[in-house]
């Protein structure tokens, strides 16, 4: 139980980071904590686009819809996610918060 906590506190700061990194689309992002986590990391899609929809509305990332061809020539639409100034920011703070807790568990667990 505290993983899950843990690790939901964290997945807005890693999806910032790595939209910092190459705007992309949600799947992707979910892909990349997993493959950059070496699967310590896992996302479920269903309670990750809740978070997407959030940031989006808070004004941290926008999306753009784009239509795509698969590979069976079907077209398929989806929703390239962009980070916006605000977004840095956030993840900025987010990283400080995070870098603070992480010294003071340490401190506590070498005291």
Do not use: W
Request: hydrophobic share 35%.
């Amino acid at each position: 139980m505290a993983v899950d906590t843990m690790k939901k506190g964290s997945i807005e700061m890693l999806t910032l980071f790595l939209l910092c990194e190459e705007d992309t689309y949600g799947y992707q992002l979910v892909q990349k904590i997993k493959e950059r986590s070496k699967g310590l990391i896992t996302v479920q899609e269903g309670s990750f686009y809740p978070l997407l929809y959030r940031l989006a509305d808070d004004g941290y990332i926008t999306g753009q819809e784009i239509v795509t061809r698969m590979s069976t020539g079907r077209s398929r639409m989806r929703v390239i996610y962009h980070i916006e100034n605000a977004g840095r920011e956030r993840l900025a703070s987010l990283k400080k918060d995070y870098e603070t807790v992480q010294q003071g568990i340490h401190n506590i667990l070498d005291s």
